[in-house]
Structures are given as structure tokens and as C-alpha cells.
């Protein structure tokens, strides 16, 4: 969920004008410093920084108008961080520096609009003054999300400076980081560097309704594995449990020939931890690369489930991870289970009368 937002949207967080989030006018812009990128692109963990220019203007052809976002971009930047050409439904994709526009394949089909036709863009520019293009279409690009297909108007970043009279001015850097985690480290470190003539937001400062769904998302996935461990529990309790009364008999031998009760809990024990480890790495071989195929080609949902995704914004996918850390987790809750699902046969041995047993 994460990686869908900051990819398409905000980046992991910002820099701004102050006032710039809240107000989203164009006026507030800032330099386009490429010493200022560079500094950034130097620190850990950065991987990209990518310069915006976005406002809103009115997209007309000679059948319909329709109000679109113009996103000015830097496209082999902005290629880098979303694969925007692989989205490249018609035509081909943004050079730096071109003339022409990526149109959204919703917004052309309402505009009656195809490759190599004219678009035209009317708005207001800078500090008020009249913004108005006709850009020939190079490309039409298709997104999984309705709101952007139906609105986005990409221009490079060069030609949407040009179109709004802002020479060298943007009014977002967005930063992309190598991994979630050190997105708090980062964040300080551009903070103490910039926030002081700037604006520094992170992504969940900037959505905080994509920050509340993934808290619904995780509460249910929390409430799915406490219900899955139960069936686990319960798999390896009624083995034990088996096990357990299967042996009556042979337990109560043991323990008349004068085998300690202490040194015969302790082989069922074992035998229960070694039954469980055997359980959890053949599970993990057989399930390894089913999860690295789906991995690379995620599940598209489709009915209900994708149209409340869409609702978030978000593309209706449900991609799996091979991350080590989950495996091992999982492994170490699952022997956790078997170590308690173990002392079941030590309570029992506690009191087996072995001349009972042995008549059981």
C-alpha cells in the first residue's frame, strides 16, 4: 500500500514552500537548484529526488473541455520511479525537454483526443497571469485508478515551466527512499539540513487517510493470524495429544522398569519441538516458490474488493513478500506453540500410575 502511494503520488516525503501542502497555489514555487538535488541524492538511503511542477488547468479540444491536473515532470526521472512508459497504452513517451504531452486514456477518450492530435491548455500561471498551450499528444498512458485516468496531463518539466511563466521554478522535490525503515532517519536528516527555509512532510503527514487505512488493513490481518495460530495450536495439541494416549501403554512400561519421569517428559517433548521443526521447513521449501511467483506477479483483484481499494486510491493488487524477517516470525511463533503444546505429556507422565497404564 505504501509503495503504490509514494511511487504515484507524494514520494516517501517533500520539500516545499511553507504553506505550499495546504494552500496548493502555484505562487508558492521555489528554485529549482540543482546543487539542492544533489545534496539530497548524497545523503543514505536516498535513491531518488524528483522535481514537480503541478497545478490545474482547463483541457479542451474541438468537441469537450474538462478541468485535468498538469503534472510537469522530469521524464526519465519520473520513468525511473514509477515506470511511467511501461503504462504507454498509444504513441510513445516524454523526452526531455519535449514539446508535446502524455494525456491520461481517460481524459483523451472524453476529450476525443488521440496520438498526434492537438491539446489544448488554459489556466492561470504565475502570480496571477493567463497560462494558455496547445501541445501535440506524444503518447496516452493508462493507470488502474479511475481519478488519475480521467485527469492527468503530464508535460515535461521544461514545457510546463514555460506554459505557467515560472523559468527554474518547481513547488515540490519529492524523495524516494531504498526502504521503508529508514524513512525516520532520513526524514531528520533533511529536516535539520532544509527545514528551516522549507517545508519537510512525510507521506503520512500529507495522506493521513491512506495512514488510518493501512491501520484497518493491519488490525485485520492481526485478527487473521491470532486465528490462524489457533488452528495451528490446535493441529499440534491433537498430535501431541495422540501421540500421548497412543503410548499410555509403553509409558507405563518404562516408567516400571524405573525410567525417570523427568527424562521420559523430556524425549516427548523433543519429539514433539523436532515434529514441529520438521512441519515448519517443509512448509517453508513447498511454500517458497509459490510465494516468489506471486511476488513478481501479484494478484489483481477484481468485483467489491478492487472497487474499495480504488476508493483509497490505491491499485488493486495483492502482491506477497519473501522478506526473511516473515518466515522467521512465523517459524518462531509456530515452535512457540509446539513448545507449549509439549508440556501436555510431561503433565500427564506427572501422574500416570504406570500399573494403570500398562492395563489401560
Known amino acids: 500500500m505504501i509503495e503504490n502511494v509514494v511511487r504515484l503520488?507524494?514520494?516517501?516525503?517533500?520539500?516545499?514552500?511553507?504553506?505550499?501542502?495546504?494552500?496548493?497555489?502555484?505562487?508558492?514555487?521555489?528554485?529549482?537548484?540543482?546543487?539542492?538535488?544533489?545534496?539530497?541524492?548524497r545523503m543514505n538511503y536516498v535513491t531518488e529526488v524528483i522535481p514537480r511542477l503541478q497545478t490545474f488547468a482547463l483541457a479542451a479540444s474541438n468537441q469537450?473541455?474538462?478541468?485535468?491536473?498538469?503534472?510537469?515532470?522530469?521524464?526519465?526521472?519520473?520513468?525511473r520511479l514509477n515506470s511511467l512508459s511501461r503504462k504507454v497504452s498509444a504513441g510513445s513517451y516524454l523526452g526531455d525537454?519535449?514539446?508535446?504531452?502524455?494525456?491520461?486514456?481517460?481524459?483523451?477518450?472524453?476529450?476525443?483526443?488521440?496520438?498526434?492530435?492537438?491539446?489544448?491548455?488554459?489556466?492561470?500561471?504565475?502570480?496571477?497571469?493567463?497560462?494558455?498551450?496547445?501541445?501535440?499528444?506524444?503518447?496516452?498512458?493508462?493507470?488502474?485508478?479511475?481519478?488519475?485516468?480521467?485527469?492527468?496531463?503530464?508535460?515535461?518539466?521544461?514545457?510546463?515551466?514555460?506554459?505557467?511563466?515560472?523559468?527554474?521554478?518547481?513547488?515540490?522535490?519529492?524523495?524516494?527512499?531504498?526502504?521503508?525503515?529508514?524513512?525516520?532517519?532520513?526524514?531528520?536528516?533533511?529536516?535539520?539540513?532544509?527545514?528551516?527555509?522549507?517545508?519537510v512532510l512525510s507521506w503520512q503527514e500529507m495522506m493521513p487517510e491512506v495512514v488510518q487505512a493501512i491501520a484497518v488493513d493491519n488490525a485485520g490481518g492481526v485478527i487473521m493470524i491470532v486465528i490462524l495460530y489457533v488452528v495451528v495450536g490446535f493441529g499440534i495439541f491433537g498430535t501431541v495429544l495422540m501421540m500421548t494416549l497412543e503410548r499410555r501403554r509403553e509409558f507405563g512400561v518404562l516408567l516400571s522398569i524405573g525410567m525417570k519421569r523427568m527424562r521420559l517428559a523430556l524425549m516427548t517433548s523433543t519429539e514433539a519441538i523436532f515434529l514441529s521443526i520438521l512441519g515448519v521447513v517443509s512448509g517453508s521449501i513447498a511454500a517458497f516458490p509459490v510465494m516468489f511467483y506471486f511476488t513478481e506477479s501479484p494478484f489483481r483483484l477484481t468485483g467489491d474488493a478492487a472497487e474499495a481499494m480504488l476508493k483509497f486510491g490505491l491499485e488493486p493488487l495483492l502482491p506477497l513478500s519473501i522478506q526473511p524477517s516473515i518466515f522467521i516470525?512465523?517459524?518462531?511463533?509456530?515452535?512457540?506453540?509446539?513448545?507449549?503444546?509439549?508440556l501436555y505429556p510431561a503433565l500427564v507422565l506427572r501422574r500416570l500410575e504406570p500399573v494403570q497404564a500398562m492395563h489401560s
Do not use: C
Open 97 to 199: 525537454g519535449d514539446s508535446s504531452a502524455l494525456i491520461a486514456e481517460g481524459l483523451a477518450r472524453y476529450l476525443g483526443l488521440g496520438v498526434g492530435d492537438t491539446l489544448v491548455l488554459y489556466g492561470m500561471g504565475y502570480h496571477g497571469a493567463t497560462a494558455a498551450g496547445q501541445f501535440p499528444i506524444r503518447g496516452i498512458v493508462r493507470f488502474p485508478l479511475p481519478e488519475m485516468n480521467s485527469s492527468i496531463v503530464y508535460l515535461s518539466l521544461h514545457e510546463a515551466q514555460e506554459f505557467l511563466g515560472m523559468p527554474q521554478l518547481i513547488n515540490s522535490l519529492s524523495i524516494m527512499i531504498d526502504q521503508p525503515r529508514h524513512q525516520n532517519a532520513v526524514f531528520e536528516t533533511v529536516q535539520k539540513e532544509f527545514g528551516g527555509r522549507y517545508e
Open 329 to 342: 516470525s512465523q517459524t518462531l511463533a509456530v515452535l512457540a506453540i509446539a513448545l507449549v503444546s509439549a
Open 9 to 41: 503520488s507524494t514520494g516517501y516525503m517533500q520539500i516545499h514552500q511553507r504553506g505550499y501542502w495546504q494552500k496548493k497555489s502555484i505562487d508558492l514555487a521555489m528554485p529549482d537548484d540543482p546543487a539542492k538535488r544533489g545534496q539530497l541524492e
Open 64 to 79: 469537450a473541455t474538462r478541468g485535468a491536473m498538469i503534472q510537469g515532470i522530469s521524464p526519465l526521472a519520473e520513468d
